[in-house]
């Protein structure tokens, strides 16, 4: 599969997202460890989670720990794949969302995700959501600890504006490797954060590229230009989708949150989907509902 590089790291252009294996509506763990073994198989290199992609408030780190199990279990060498996790966004079991960006719960929480994941270090650990009640300077300050420390190999950031990234660069002292936020045909909001990223060589990997759980099926339905150029290309237009938003810089590494083997094995063609630059340029211009 085509690389791209997230900090020190190559890693495949088309990653996977773990989140819809371990919140509701979650398959049975076997379908989850088939669909991260899929992954693999088809040269997955980057898999992203959390330690709030869990369901029920005992089981904080549930995707991780998941991860963790299809990693070892998998029969071919796991050795250079990235797994990159978050902390400071919290699920209290109601279904809700809430968030923590003191710096001695995020060492705490990367402390526990390492013990969750194994190995000497994690990969890259990004702050996941900045907290209204904690400077957010204060919050990237944790993962400069944590990088000093070891705990932590590579430091990112997520749900981040512009000026946001320019701090957390700062902060970290030119550290910065990646920046996630939500991103996809329907959701283009973070455009200027995809540019920055590209201008500061900072990967950015877009979350619910597809459109999000629910409503990445009917994609196509949704956006007459993606199905359009689908059917010229005799593929799916979510593959479409991926291809596009590769397209639109080298910094760029979609992050497909994925349930069944068969999505992520569509997913990863995207990889190999070339788009003309009018194609391109149709699909960017595409008028939103």
């Known amino acids: ?3 791209r590089t997230i900090g020190s790291r190559k890693v495949s252009a088309i990653g996977l997202g773990g989140m819809p294996m371990s919140i509701e509506g979650r398959p049975d763990e076997d379908r989850s460890i088939r669909t991260i073994h899929a992954a693999l198989d088809a040269g997955v290199t980057l898999i992203d989670t959390a330690d709030a992609y869990h ?13 963790a199990k299809a990693l070892s279990s998998w029969s071919g060498s796991a050795a250079d794949v990235l797994v990159a996790t978050k902390g400071g966004h919290l699920r209290p079991g109601d279904g809700s969302w809430t968030q923590n960006g003191r710096p001695d719960h995020l060492k705490e929480a990367a402390k526990a995700s390492l013990q969750r994941l194994g190995g000497d270090a994690i990969g890259l650990y990004q702050f996941h959501r900045p907290d209204p009640d904690v ?22 950031i997520s749900n981040a504006d512009p000026a946001q990234i320019r701090e957390a660069q700062d902060v970290l002292g ?7 936020n939500q991103f996809s045909p329907a959701f283009r909001s973070s455009r200027a954060e995809l540019d920055l990223c590209a201008e ?12 999000g759980i629910s409503r990445a099926g009917d994609l196509g339905s949704r956006h007459d230009a993606f199905a359009e ?6 593929v799916s237009p979510q593959r479409v ?21 068969e ?6 063609q995207a990889a190999d989907l070339e788009l003309t630059a009018d194609e391109v340029e149709r699909l960017s211009a595409e008028t939103l509902d």
């Open 200 to 211: 500061l060589g900072i990967a950015f990997l877009p979350w619910s590229p597809l459109g």
């Open 135 to 156: 400077p957010y300077a204060e919050s990237v300050g944790a993962l400069v600890e944590l990088l000093d420390e070891g705990v932590i190999e590579m430091a990112g």
């Open 263 to 268: 999505s992520i094995e569509d997913s990863v």
């Open 174 to 180: 030119g550290r910065l490797v990646s920046v996630q």
């Open 1 to 3: 599969m085509q690389q």
């Open 55 to 67: 369901r029920d408030a005992g089981e904080v780190g549930h995707n991780e720990s998941l991860i």
């Open 229 to 234: 150029v689908a059917k010229a290309h005799d």
């Open 241 to 261: 989708a991926l291809a596009w938003e590769l397209a639109l810089a080298p910094t760029v590494v979609p992050i497909p949150g994925a349930s069944r083997p």
